[in-house]
């Protein structure tokens, strides 16, 4: 009777040790254990890229996971985690791990408050504000042909068949010319001055040069910019506020490092 309660704890032991073994490790492959704990390491790094991982997939991952720990035994067999070349590679994705791992930290720790970003907002809006100009232009090779297009323009030749037939550029051209709403300064100095001359319906009697060639610039409408509302907006001007604090982080860093 005594043998046989032995027996049964002995078993029942061995089961719960199996149990546990499984539970830690996606497998044991020639006596390695390949941890679960890589898989939810994979699983986080794909969550973070905005790709989660559904459970049909994951059985994927573990089969990739235990092929990549048999072909690397054999690798080492080989001896190729010896070679001068390995050795540089794992030290350069170590230095590149690290580097991850440290800014995520920097990140955390430096959260984008509403109030900044909020801030952050006001100041772009304050400095594209001003004038959006509705505009249309015809882009040619010679001022000649741009003085001659004016001049059909001007005997009731239609603006936005002739820039769909004779535009060098190719975007707006094929939209008759349309270069849709924009702040003055999205364009060269040249092109801009221009057209903040022209009122609404206006368009230039001459060429006007760029260093992508000759412009016949209309001005079909003009409004107050409108800035978009800071909601729609703010994950942007949050990313863009939490690289630069990165950038200045890194900065720092670099100017404290005494590099001989």
């Given at each position: 009777?005594?043998?046989?309660?032995?027996?049964?704890?002995?078993?029942?032991?061995?089961?719960?040790?199996?149990?546990?073994?499984?539970?830690?490790?996606?497998?044991?492959?020639?006596?390695?254990?390949?941890?679960?704990?890589?898989?939810?390491?994979?699983?986080?790094?794909?969550?973070?890229?905005?790709?989660?991982?559904?459970?049909?997939?994951?059985?994927?991952?573990?089969?990739?996971?235990?092929?990549?720990?048999?072909?690397?035994?054999?690798?080492?067999?080989?001896?190729?985690?010896?070679?001068?070349?390995?050795?540089?590679?794992?030290?350069?994705?170590?230095?590149?791990?690290?580097?991850?791992?440290?800014?995520?930290?920097?990140?955390?720790?430096?959260?984008?408050?509403?109030?900044?970003?909020?801030?952050?907002?006001?100041?772009?809006?304050?400095?594209?504000?001003?004038?959006?100009?509705?505009?249309?232009?015809?882009?040619?090779?010679?001022?000649?042909?741009?003085?001659?297009?004016?001049?059909?323009?001007?005997?009731?030749?239609?603006?936005?068949?002739?820039?769909?037939?004779?535009?060098?550029d190719p975007g707006s051209g094929q939209r008759g010319g349309d270069l849709d709403w924009a702040n003055a300064s999205s364009y060269v100095p040249e092109f801009s001055e221009a057209m903040t001359k022209l009122k609404k319906g206006e368009m230039t009697s001459q060429p006007v040069k760029t260093q992508f060639g000759y412009h016949i610039i209309r001005v079909d409408d003009i409004r107050e910019a409108q800035a978009p509302k800071f909601e729609d907006v703010k994950p942007q001007v949050v990313q863009k506020l939490r690289q630069?604090?990165?950038?200045?982080?890194?900065?720092?860093?670099?100017?404290?490092?005494?590099?001989?």
């Open positions: 009777m005594k043998k046989q309660l032995l027996s049964a704890l002995v078993a029942t032991a061995a089961l719960g040790m199996s149990t546990a073994v499984l539970a830690q490790n996606l497998a044991v492959v020639n006596g390695k254990p390949v941890p679960a704990s890589l898989l939810s390491t994979i699983k986080q790094q794909f969550e973070q890229n905005g790709r989660p991982v559904p459970p049909e997939q994951e059985a994927q991952l573990k089969d990739a996971l235990i092929e990549r720990e048999i072909y690397a035994q054999e690798a080492r067999k080989q001896g190729l985690d010896a070679t001068e070349s390995f050795k540089n590679q794992v030290e350069l994705n170590r230095q590149g791990l690290l580097a991850q791992e440290l800014f995520a930290k920097y990140e955390k720790s430096h959260p984008i408050t509403d109030e900044a970003a909020k801030a952050e907002y006001n100041k772009l809006v304050a400095a594209n504000s001003g004038k959006e100009y509705h505009a249309a232009h015809i882009l040619v090779e010679s001022e000649d042909k741009a003085k001659a297009l004016i001049a059909q323009i001007k005997k009731g030749g239609k603006f936005a068949d002739l820039a769909k037939k004779e535009s060098k630069e604090s990165l950038q200045k982080y890194q900065q720092e860093l670099r100017e404290k490092a005494k590099v001989e």
